[in-house]
C-alpha cells in the first residue's frame, strides 16, 4: 500500500466513526509560542484541548505536517526523520480510553491487517505518590488482544530510567503490556492550568535481533531498533493546580501515529527509507550517481532526509528562506548538510539537490498542493543556497591554506571559528588536515568541542530568552499583545500596500515580535502611520467578534490569513470593529478599549525579502 492510500484508508476509517476531516496546520506555528516547527499533531489544537470550541466539532481527524529539528543529528539509523507525518485523531471532551483503544486496533488489524503477534503496548506505570497506575487502560487492551485471539500478560514494570527498561529478560510471548514511569506520563508544561495526563503507545516487533551495547536485556523502548513506536494516545484527564494534579471532568484524547514507519511496516520494508516517499528520492541518486544505497547507507539517508524537510520548510505559504537566524538557519542546515553528503560520494553534479527537491513536491503535490504553488520559490533557495555553500567551501579552504602557508599548527579552536564564521564544516576540515598532511594539535578534537560547548550555552540562553512563553502561556497580557498583532498586520497593509502577509510571530506577555512580507526598510514616516492607525483604533474602544464560517466565505469578506481548508471545514474569523478581519485560532480580548498605547521599538531585517517589528503596550 503507499504512503497515500494508507492516509485516505484513515481518514475514511475516523469519518466512519463521526471524526470531522481537518487541514494540516502550517509546519510554521501560527502566533509562534516556544516551538520554532510545529512538531505534533497536537500543536496547532492547543487552544481547543484546553477549552475553546473548535468549529469542526468534538471528533476531529487529520494527517499533520511535523518537524523535529532536535532529530537532524539521528538521522542515518534507517528509523528517524525529521519531517514526518503524523496521523491524529482528537476528542475533544468527547469519547475516552475505551473507543481509543479499541479503534486504533481496528485500525491496525482489520483495515491494515497487521498481525496482532507483533504488536505491544505501553501503559503509565503512577508516579508513586498522587496518581495512580493505568490500571483501565491496562484492562480495555487484556480485552482488545483476547478478542484477536491473544491472552496477553503484563511485564515487569520500569520505574527508573525508560531508556534502560526493567533489567530482566522479557517474555515477549507472553507479555504483550508493560508500563513505564517516564516514558508514558504527557504533559504540555509545569505552569497552573496546563494538561496532563498518562499516555499508551503501540510498538510494533521487527523481528531484529537485540544488540547487546543497547544493554543486557531487550525492552519496547530499547534504542536497538527491535520494537518502533508507531503510535501513542495521550489521555488528557488532568490539570495542574497549585494543590497538584486535579482529575478533568471533561477529558480529551489526543493520538498521533507515525504514517511513514506505519508504511514500512504495512509493505514488510526494513526501514523507512524504502518506503514510496523517500524511496523516490534514494531510487533518484541511485541512477544519478550509479552508487548503492546499501552501500553508502547513512550519505543516503541524510540527502534523502534532508531535501525532503528543506523542500516542505520551504513550500510552506509563510515563505521561509534559508538564513542564519531561527527556522532559516535550520533550512540552511539542512541544504549544506544534503550537499556536504554528496561531496563525500564524490557527486558533483551541480544543483542537483534542487533536482532532487523536485522529486519530493511531485510526490506530495496532490495531497500538499503548497508544494506545487510554490515550485518555483523552492528550487530558486536550493540553487542560490547550493551556491553559497559552494562559495563557503572556498573561502574555508583559503583560510585553511593560508594557515598552512604560515606554518601554524591548527587547532580546534581554529576549525570551530570557521565552522561559526563560514559554515565551513568540521567534517571537511578534517579531510583537507588529512588530504594535506598538514599539522594538527593533540587536543584537535577537545578543544572544537570546547569551543561548540561555549557556544551552544550562548545560544541556547539566548534562545530561551527569544522563544520562552510564546501565546502558549493564553495570559491577559498576551492575549492583548496578540490582539494588537490583528491591528498591526492590517495597518501595515494599509500603509506599505496589499503585498503585505504575516511571515511569523512571536508573542510574550512582555512583548510581541512580527515578522511580515516587504522588501525594503521601513521609514520614520512609515512606522509612525502604523502606530497612529492601532492607537487611533485602540483608543476607539472597538469590539471583537468571531464568526465560524468556510474559507471561501472568510475569502470572499477580505479575511487574512494563510489557513488552507482542503477539506471544506469551518474557520473562525476575528473582526476588530470594521478595521481588520484575520482567520485565526488564538486568544483574543472581547475589546480594544483597555489594550494601552501600541509603540513600535524596533524595525529590522528578518530574512531575504521579510522584515521584523518589535513593538509594546503600554
Known sequence: MTTSEIRQKYFEFFQKKQHALISSSSL????????????????????YLLGEKHPAGVRLTNSQKCFRSEDIDDVGDGRHNTFFEMLGNWSLGDYFKEEQLN???????????????????????GDGKNIVKDEESIQILKNIYKKYGVEAGEGPE??????????????????????????????????????????????????????????????????????????NSVFMQYQKT?????ELENKNVDFGGGLERIVMIKNNLSNIFKIDSLGSIVDRLENISGLKYEDNKKAFEVIADHIKGATFLLGDDKGLSPSNTDQGY??????????????????????????????????????????????????KAFNEEEYKFNKTIEKGERVLNSLVEKGEKINGEIAFNLFQSHGYPLEMTLEIIEEKNISKSDNFLEEYNQALNKHQKLSKTASAGKFKGGLADQSEETTKLHTAAHLLLEALR???????SQRGSNITAERLRFDFSHPEKMTDEQKKQVEDLVNENIQKGLKVNCSEMSLEEAKKMGATGVFESKYGEKVKVYSVGDFSKEICGGPHVESLENLGVFKIQKEESSSSGVRRIKAVLL
Not at 512538531?39 to 487552544?47: A, E, I
Not at 543497547?214 to 520494537?227: P, Y
Open 158 to 231: 520500569t520505574t527508573t530510567k525508560g531508556d534502560e527498561g526493567p533489567g530482566v529478560e522479557l517474555d515477549f510471548f507472553k507479555d504483550r503490556i508493560f508500563a513505564y514511569r517516564d516514558k508514558n506520563w504527557w504533559q504540555r508544561g509545569d505552569a497552573v492550568g496546563e494538561l496532563g495526563g498518562p499516555d499508551s503507545e503501540t510498538f510494533y516487533d521487527t523481528g531484529k535481533k537485540h544488540d547487546p551495547k543497547f544493554g543486557e536485556h531487550c525492552h519496547l523502548n530499547c534504542d536497538c531498533g527491535r520494537f518502533i513506536e508507531i503510535g
Open 494 to 500: 494599509r500603509v506599505l500596500g496589499d503585498h503585505v
Open 330 to 379: 535550520i533550512i540552511r542546515r539542512l541544504i549544506r548538510r544534503a550537499v556536504r553528503y554528496l561531496k563525500q560520494l564524490k557527486i558533483e553534479q551541480q544543483n542537483l539537490i534542487s533536482e532532487l527537491s523536485q522529486v519530493i513536491v511531485d510526490f506530495y503535490k496532490d495531497s500538499y498542493s503548497e508544494l506545487n504553488k510554490n515550485r518555483n520559490f523552492i528550487l
Open 28 to 47: 510554521i506555528p501560527e502566533n509562534d509560542s516556544s516551538l520554532l516547527f510545529t512538531n505534533s499533531g497536537m500543536f496547532p489544537l492547543v487552544p
Open 242 to 246: 497549585v494543590d497538584g494534579w486535579k
Open 103 to 125: 479503534w486504533w486496533f481496528e485500525f491496525l488489524i482489520e483495515e491494515l491487517g497487521f498481525d496482532i503477534n507483533k504488536i505491544y503496548q505501553t501503559v503509565y506505570v
